[in-house]
């Protein structure tokens, strides 16, 4: 039995055997077309194979419902003014500085909740998810995720079913793409919290979330393997000075829109927007009273 268990796991692990699953997954999707296809890179394949141990039947299970739900809510679609009013705070943003190895850093800070419209705070995580992901550097595909808790309370905690539906659309719809987060400093109020939460989470994903404490030598270690020091801020126990700037970002997510409307094809039909507008239209837009 567990030499046959080995040979398996040995299988998995073969590149050989894994390009076969692919093709495999290929087949079994069949013909699609348009930003569908787009999506389905052979990096994507391998991410939904991964998310369901190398199971064909399972991955195309997921992979179709992913397809399905990028078809109706279409996430690439989403532009900064439409979730600007979210982005006040900075309660999520993504930051501009990578990890060691040179990933996407989205930081999230849910003391900072400023709206509560549970529709909009997803479609606001769900935009910067696809942001992060349009800023992968070439042969990245996962980001990292530091989660800062001042300010933070149960009476501005997300609420347990707003809480299962994001880890929902996380989990299903973008399998593979996170590869650690770090809590820092949760309260231990907190724990009351995540003793609920964790229990929406799929083991994977489970042992990807990291507690760092400022007095907790060995958690602190594990997060300097990932940061330099001087380039994390420090209210993650870095050195670094900078902040959120809700003007200077809303700027940057004007220039990833075209950027996103270019990757994706096509023109911003929602807002009107030719491909072609300048940065400078876009941001002003972006930033005004009327967006907010």
């Known amino acids: 039995m567990f030499r046959r268990k080995q040979h398996s796991h040995t299988e998995e692990n073969d590149g050989t055997h894994q390009e076969a699953k692919i093709n495999e997954l290929k087949s079994a999707i069949g013909p699609i077309s348009g930003r569908s296809k787009q999506f389905c890179s052979d990096a994507c394949f391998r991410r939904y194979l991964v998310a369901r141990s190398w199971n064909v039947d399972k991955s195309k299970k997921m992979l179709e419902d992913t397809l399905n739900w990028r078809a109706v809510y279409k996430p690439e679609e989403i532009r900064w003014p439409e979730v600007a009013m979210e982005g006040e705070t900075g309660k999520i943003y993504r930051a501009t500085f990578q990890d060691k190895d040179g990933r996407t850093v989205l930081v999230l800070r849910p003391g900072k909740q400023n709206t509560s419209s549970h529709d909009n705070q997803l479609r606001h995580l769900i935009y910067l998810l696809e942001n992060a992901i349009l800023n992968l550097p070439e042969g990245q595909e996962q980001m990292v995720w530091l989660i800062d808790f001042g300010g933070w309370s149960l009476s501005n905690s997300v609420p347990i079913k707003m809480a299962r539906e994001t880890a929902h659309v996380l989990q299903n719809h973008y399998p593979e793409r996170l590869a650690v987060a770090f809590l820092y400093n949760p309260p231990r109020i907190f724990e009351t919290f995540w003793k609920v939460v964790k229990y929406f989470l799929d083991p994977t994903t489970f042992q990807k979330v990291k507690f760092v404490y400022p007095k907790n030598k060995e958690s602190i270690e594990i997060m300097h ?54 940065e400078t239209s876009q941001a002003t837009a972006a930033t005004s009273p009327s967006t907010r």
């Open 225 to 278: 393997k990932h940061f330099d020091e001087n380039i994390l801020p420090k209210e993650f126990g870095g050195r670094s000075e900078a902040h959120y700037d809700y003007e200077e970002f809303s700027r940057l997510m004007a220039k990833d829109d075209l950027k996103s409307i270019k990757a994706w094809g096509g023109s911003d039909e929602k807002n009107s927007t030719p491909v072609l507008q300048t």
